[in-house]
């Protein structure tokens, strides 16, 4: 189960649990999101991050609300980002009994790495 958002349907994500501690987000690119230059703007990046992240842990809530709130997010623009879609892996680096580490990192759709990114996250819900 992933968080259920408006934000998301619009972004038309996909989402694809790899294990319990890792999880893909992929973003179809949309002329919407190019920068003057052409390329993915940056904000979609770490957007894309950010989503990832929140859906980090697996929902145990019935209503498919967010578990984690991002409270520091850093990322790391590799290469320009380009093609039909975007990837992101996220996993936790560390999960402790209220805030989660994690990491992420976006690539594009010939799997060269763009971004990487990082995230500390607090526990909405007690578990």
Do not use: W
């Not at 790495?113 to 990082?118: G, M």
Request: aromatic share 8%; net charge negative.
């Amino acid at each position: 189960m992933f968080i259920k958002q408006a934000f998301d349907d619009f972004l038309n994500l996909e989402y694809t649990r790899i294990d319990i501690n890792q999880i893909k987000v992929t973003l179809p690119i949309v002329p919407l999101y190019l920068n003057s230059l052409g390329v993915v703007h940056g904000g979609i990046i770490a957007t894309l991050a950010d989503v990832a992240f929140g859906n980090l842990l697996p929902i145990t809530n019935k209503e498919c609300i967010q578990e984690v709130v991002t409270l520091d997010i850093n990322i790391t623009y590799l290469e320009p980002a380009t093609g039909e879609y975007l990837v992101a892996v996220a996993s936790p680096e560390r999960i402790g009994r209220t805030i989660i580490h994690g990491e992420c990192k976006i690539y594009d759709d010939k799997n060269n790495i763009v971004a990487k990114s990082s995230a500390i996250l607090k526990k909405t819900l007690n578990k």
